[in-house]
């Protein structure tokens, strides 16, 4: 065995000898389909655009309700809208939290704070038959916070929430990274945990704008955005006809 070892790279996991092939083997990224998408948005509009084998990406814009929110969703759904919640909802908890899916004012964000935070990582289902069983799944679950805690252990709830998360170590990863943007400031002083992208805010171009209304607000408005969205798809992924695909490493 030793003298085997001497043309092999010796490995201690117990006494075992893995040949230098194995190991290139084992270090070798999973390979993707990556696939590079950009645009911009105004306030209140939607951009979207088709990625392939039925999906389109939406950015969506909040809508405003009671509280006057600001900015928009990412949304990954079918090119026939199949309803909430959306694909990309469904892998990327928490859910009735904070999220990277929201660039906006919602849970006490400013929108200079909005804007820090970027890039913006995400997951998103593209298995169509994941997918309606994660809508399933997810209104069972009834996003509901009492089903994220222990109590709720062996409850129904707590298996859906069980089953979404097991269909989800599938799903494929995304970034999304805002290139410019026009905006009013919040006026109010930025939330604890939102004090390190308030600082990183800097470094996102942007302009200031005044607000729509007679006043600036606490967590002001979004005017305009400009963004790329880089997504990393299963490496045999079919995109439209000229939309560039190139294989790259898949994203952690």
């Not at 083997?25 to 509009?45: D, F, I, K, Y």
């Not at 805010?201 to 967590?219: D, Q, V």
Request: overall charge positive; glycine content about 8%; charged content about 15%.
């Amino acid at each position: 065995m030793t003298g085997n070892c001497s043309r092999w790279r010796v490995v201690l996991l117990g006494a075992l000898c893995l040949p230098l092939s194995a190991l290139s083997r084992a270090a070798t990224p999973a390979v993707c389909a990556e696939v590079v998408l950009s645009g911009e948005v105004a306030a209140n509009h939607e951009w979207k655009q088709p990625f392939g084998q039925g999906w389109v990406f939406r950015v969506m814009p909040i809508q405003p309700g009671s509280a006057g929110y600001s900015g928009w969703d990412l949304v990954v759904d079918r090119e026939q809208p199949a309803g909430f919640p959306d694909a990309l909802l469904l892998a990327t908890p928490p859910y009735n939290s904070i999220s990277e899916r929201e660039v906006g004012t919602t849970f006490g964000l400013r929108a200079q704070d909005a804007i820090g935070w970027n890039p913006r990582s995400f997951r998103f289902l593209t298995d169509p038959t994941a997918f309606r069983e994660g809508q399933k799944q997810f209104q069972i679950l009834g996003a509901s916070s009492h089903a994220m805690q222990p109590s709720a252990a062996g409850s129904r709830e707590a298996m859906a929430l069980e089953r979404l998360l097991t269909l989800n170590q599938k799903s494929s990863a995304g970034q999304f990274r805002i290139l410019d943007a026009r905006l009013a400031p919040g006026t109010a002083d930025a939330a604890p945990y939102a004090e390190k992208w308030a600082i990183r805010s800097a470094r996102t171009p942007h302009t200031l704008a005044s607000p729509a209304g007679t006043k600036a607000t606490p967590l002001g408005q979004f005017d305009w955005m400009r963004f790329s969205i880089t997504l990393w798809l299963p490496r045999t992924w079919k995109a439209p006809n000229g939309m560039p695909v190139v294989q790259a490493p898949c994203a952690e």
